[in-house]
Structures are given as structure tokens and as C-alpha cells.
């Protein structure tokens, strides 16, 4: 079935620094990527749609200087936290749409990706 | 915007009972999703479904759609411990498929 992989799937790092998180679909082509965010107990929040070849959408109160999305390939969207904050420390799950024909409707997730800012 | 509520949040069951999930959507969603969340890991996808009376069945689960109560359940059938778990609806609008998730309800079955 179908694959996407996220890396890394733990981080830490100090306070002010930026980590990239990536995520790939490993066996088809995903025109469209989405990330969420995960606070420990809580539900996954959407926050942005990351489309290949064009900007990405961010969902309202994400702040897009801060989670740069970058989708240069058809299997990879990359998520970078810029000058983490402890506040950032979170889950980070993105999901892939299958792109093409024989859509099916069902998206695809990673294996998620648990930062933490010292 | 849609909103998707589920209930309840927390649920404690005995071995071999059996239970429903709920989850209550706002407005019209293309599909709806069930998933599982085992602690510190992804989503492990359960369920998709896609029109009215939609029913679904795996193993002791299966989940159903009425898209005119905006309602799906989700029902466990002779609970097992290996079911403890965190289990989320979520449903979709539009074209894209971009989930709002419900709130999740952590299950612990209990020996």
C-alpha cells in the first residue's frame, strides 16, 4: 500500500533555532500535502495544505513566517519551524493526497514527527 | 466552517462489552474518517465513508454514516484489551481534502 515517511521522527533543539522536518510519499505522486499539529492529549489541528510547485495555504492563526512550507517535488514537502520557542514543541503529522487518476479518497499519514524546544 | 464533536471524550469499558462512539458534524462533509492513535504514534486509518447509510465493518468495529444527522458512530463490539486506544473522526468539505478532526475519544479497555 501506500507509504509516506516523515523525517525525522524525533528532534530536539535549543531555543532560537530552525528544524526542518520532511515528509515523502514513497510510492505515488501527491500533488497536495497537508500539515498538522498535535499538542500531547489533544486533537490534530490543521495547519497548512501544501501544493506542488505553488505557495502554500496556511490555515488562519498559523503563522506562515514561522512554519515555512516548501513543495518542490511530487513526494516531498519539507516543514521548517523557524526560531523555535519551547511553545512549538509539538507532534507534527503531514498527510498526502494521492494525485492523478484512481483518486480514491483516502489520504495517506506519516509516522509523525515529535519536536522538542529546549 | 465544519465542526465535528465527538462523544465521549473518555470511555473506560470492561472486556467483551460492548460500546458506540459518536461523532456530530456542522455542515455537509464529503466523507467522513475514522482513525486510530496509539500513544506517541500517527494515525492508523480505520474507516472511510462516502454516502448515506454508509456501514463499514472491521473486526469488532464498525462504523456507520446517516449524512442527514450529520451523525457517525463508531461501535465496538466485545471489547478486547488490544482496542485501548485513542480513536478520531474527521470529515472533509469541499474539494480538498483537508480533515478537521473531532476531539478523539481515549478508549481503555480494561481486563
Known amino acids: 500500500g501506500a507509504v509516506v515517511s516523515q523525517h525525522p521522527s524525533r528532534v530536539i533543539c535549543k531555543s532560537g533555532t530552525s528544524v526542518k522536518i520532511e515528509c515523502r510519499s514513497l510510492?505515488?505522486?501527491?500533488?497536495?500535502m497537508f500539515w498538522y499539529r498535535q499538542f500531547p492529549k489533544q486533537s490534530l489541528m490543521l495547519m497548512a495544505t501544501?501544493?506542488?510547485?505553488?505557495?502554500?495555504?496556511?490555515e488562519q492563526g498559523v503563522e506562515k513566517d514561522k512554519f515555512l512550507i516548501n513543495h518542490a517535488s511530487l513526494t516531498l514537502s519539507t516543514l521548517t519551524v523557524t526560531s523555535a520557542h519551547p511553545e512549538d514543541s509539538s507532534f507534527y503529522i503531514c498527510?498526502?493526497?494521492?494525485?492523478?487518476?484512481?483518486?480514491?479518497?483516502?489520504?495517506?499519514f506519516g509516522e509523525g514527527s515529535r519536536l522538542t524546544v529546549l | 466552517e465544519l465542526k465535528v464533536e465527538q462523544n465521549p471524550l473518555f470511555l473506560s469499558m470492561q472486556e467483551g462489552k460492548n460500546y458506540t462512539i459518536y461523532c456530530n458534524y456542522s455542515?455537509?462533509?464529503?466523507?467522513l474518517y475514522w482513525y486510530r492513535q496509539d500513544p506517541g504514534k500517527s494515525l492508523e486509518s480505520l474507516f472511510v465513508?462516502?454516502?448515506?447509510?454508509a456501514v463499514k465493518q472491521e473486526g469488532r468495529l464498525m462504523a456507520s454514516l446517516d449524512t442527514k444527522a450529520r451523525l457517525s458512530t463508531l461501535h465496538i463490539t466485545a471489547a478486547v484489551h488490544d482496542l485501548s486506544a485513542t480513536y478520531f473522526c474527521?470529515?472533509?468539505?469541499?474539494?480538498?481534502?483537508?480533515?478537521?478532526f473531532g476531539t478523539g475519544t481515549r478508549l481503555q479497555v480494561t481486563l
Open positions: 498527510s498526502a493526497e494521492r494525485g492523478g487518476g484512481g483518486y480514491t479518497g483516502e489520504l495517506f
Open positions: 510510492d505515488f505522486q501527491a500533488t497536495t
Open positions: 501544501s501544493n506542488e510547485g505553488s505557495k502554500a495555504t496556511y
Open positions: 455542515t455537509t462533509s464529503d466523507r
Open positions: 465513508l462516502l454516502s448515506n447509510g
Open positions: 474527521a470529515g472533509n468539505t469541499g474539494t480538498a481534502s483537508k480533515l478537521t
